[in-house]
């Protein structure tokens, strides 16, 4: 079955820098790639996601890109804002099923 | 539109004793899906239904966890004879079918004393 490895477990960054979070995925055949962020003691929330038939996909201060070659996708927050502190978790799914694999998430700290 | 509901939102329990989770999903999501969460960690798929089709269990963690879907929309995780290491978020999420997106539920935060 599919295996997502995320990285880093925890990031803090300064207001108004970026932050960078990274997955990997095993099933060649995997074609969707959400990223959920969850708030302390909130649901999990899709913030993008992006399909195998595009490279970047940018929904304002945020942004994804996939590498389906090396199998891998990563998540962009730019001008980070201490409301970006949260857990995000990237997840694979679409091959041959609507379930998702997720990753064991990211905690990031945003500094005022 | 209401989103998915689940409850109860908490449940404290001993050790030994059976309980019963419930899951609202959105109206007309015929794909309903259970996950566990312990504190600090990812998201650990249970169980999977997909309209009229037989469940996918293969994420239960043994066979104390069983789960139900009664006319393709409520959802029941029962988990008989509760462990200390039961104790997590279970949360619940739905997706329309043919769509990937998965909405979640609020969670219930499992205790076993």
């Known amino acids: 079955g599919e295996n997502v490895e995320q990285h880093p477990s925890t990031l803090s960054v300064q207001e108004g820098d970026s932050a960078v979070i990274k997955c990997t995925y095993s099933?060649?055949?995997?074609?969707?790639f959400p990223w959920y962020k969850q708030e302390l003691g909130k649901r999990p929330q899709l913030i993008i996601d992006?399909?195998?038939?595009?490279g970047e996909k940018k929904d304002q201060r945020i942004a994804v890109t996939l590498n389906k070659t090396a199998k891998h996708f990563s998540l962009h927050i730019t001008e980070t804002q201490p409301e970006d502190s949260a857990v995000y978790f990237c997840?694979?799914?679409?091959?041959?099923?609507?379930?998702?694999?997720f990753g064991k998430g990211t905690k990031l700290s945003v500094i005022p | 539109g209401a989103g998915v509901s689940q409850s109860p939102s908490n449940k404290v329990t001993e050790k030994g004793k059976d309980v019963e989770l419930r899951c609202d999903p959105i109206?007309?999501?015929?794909?309903l899906y259970w996950y566990r969460q312990s504190l600090g960690q990812g998201l650990e798929f249970l169980i999977y239904?997909?309209?009229?089709?037989?469940?996918?269990k293969s994420g239960l963690p043994s066979d104390r966890f069983s789960a139900e879907r009664t006319g393709g929309s409520v959802s029941t995780l029962t988990i008989q004879r509760t462990q200390q290491e039961d104790s997590a978020v279970y949360l619940c999420?739905?997706?329309?079918?043919?769509?990937?997106?998965?909405?979640f539920g609020p969670g219930t935060r499992l205790t076993v004393l």
């Open positions: 999420a739905s997706s329309l079918i043919g769509d990937n997106e998965q909405f």
């Open positions: 099933d060649s055949a995997s074609n969707y």
């Open positions: 992006i399909r195998s038939n595009v």
């Open positions: 997840a694979a799914g679409g091959a041959g099923s609507y379930q998702l694999t």
């Open positions: 109206s007309g999501h015929t794909a």
């Open positions: 239904f997909q309209g009229n089709s037989a469940p996918d």
